[in-house]
């Protein structure tokens, strides 16, 4: 199995300032396709996850323009370019290059 | 408008069985892979199953020979039979959809929580 490890495990932010999220996988996650299968997804509390980025960098529907990923290979990273209070949840990455499908452990995000 | 409604959960005793079923709506199940993944209380996400549009289905080695994938076209459903249930199967359950020919989740249900427990 793929093993998904994000850091920090958890990251305190004051409003309007970035934040930037890591993610690590123990192998290549670009398929013979030429396609790169990391995707970003946000937990709000109480919430069920929501899609933020797919393929390593496009963003999903209505998500702000302030969230933003890049990476390749086995190193990916999220960025929130101005945190804002609605950004308070939990962040995975997840990886579909092979199943099982496989998800980081999470970086709580909270507002100072 | 993509919609996914889990239902099925509950209480029951370690050992026992439950089917879970996610009606979908805005579009047809049959037409995307689609999964289940669990999140036991204050832990992380856990994919469990996928069925894909071909019929195939794979499950984390957790719950393998335990849990059945399945879908009823005509009913716009997605199911997942829960056999043998043991306490550390706890968790809100939630139904996902892909994208084209992607299996991770690009929509998500609002879960629905299983307990086992005597």
């Known amino acids: 199995d793929i093993v998904m490890t994000q850091t920090p495990l958890s990251l305190s932010v004051t409003p309007g300032q970035p934040a930037s999220i890591s993610c690590k996988s123990s192998?290549?996650?670009?398929?013979?396709?030429?396609?790169?299968?990391l995707y970003w997804y946000q937990q709000r509390p109480g919430q069920p996850p929501q899609l933020l980025i797919y393929?390593?960098?496009n963003r999903f529907s209505g998500v702000p323009d302030r969230f933003s990923g890049s990476g390749s290979g086995t190193d990916f990273t999220l960025k929130i370019s101005r945190v804002e209070a609605e950004d308070v949840g939990i962040y995975y990455c997840?990886?579909?290059?092979?199943?099982?499908?496989?998800f980081g452990g999470g970086t709580k995000v909270e507002i100072k | 408008e993509v919609q996914l409604v889990e239902s099925g959960g509950g209480l029951i005793q370690p050992g026992g069985s439950l089917r879970l079923s996610c009606a979908a709506s805005?579009?047809?199940?049959?037409?995307?892979?689609m999964s289940w993944a669990r999140q036991a209380p204050g832990k992380g996400l856990e994919w469990v199953s996928v069925?894909?549009?071909?019929?195939?289905?794979y499950y984390a080695d957790s719950v393998k020979g335990r849990f059945t994938i399945s879908r009823d076209n005509s009913q716009n459903t997605l199911y997942l039979q829960m056999n043998s249930l043991r306490p550390e199967d706890t968790a809100v359950y939630y139904c996902?959809?892909?994208?084209?020919?992607?299996?991770?989740?690009?929509?998500w249900g609002q879960g629905t929580l299983v307990t086992v427990s005597s």
């Open positions: 996902a959809r892909g994208s084209g020919s992607v299996t991770a989740p690009y929509y």
């Open positions: 997840v990886q579909s290059t092979q199943l099982p499908l496989t």
């Open positions: 192998q290549s996650l670009l398929k013979s396709t030429g396609k790169t299968h």
């Open positions: 805005g579009f047809t199940v049959n037409s995307y892979h």
């Open positions: 393929e390593v960098s």
């Open positions: 069925i894909y549009t071909g019929g195939s289905a």
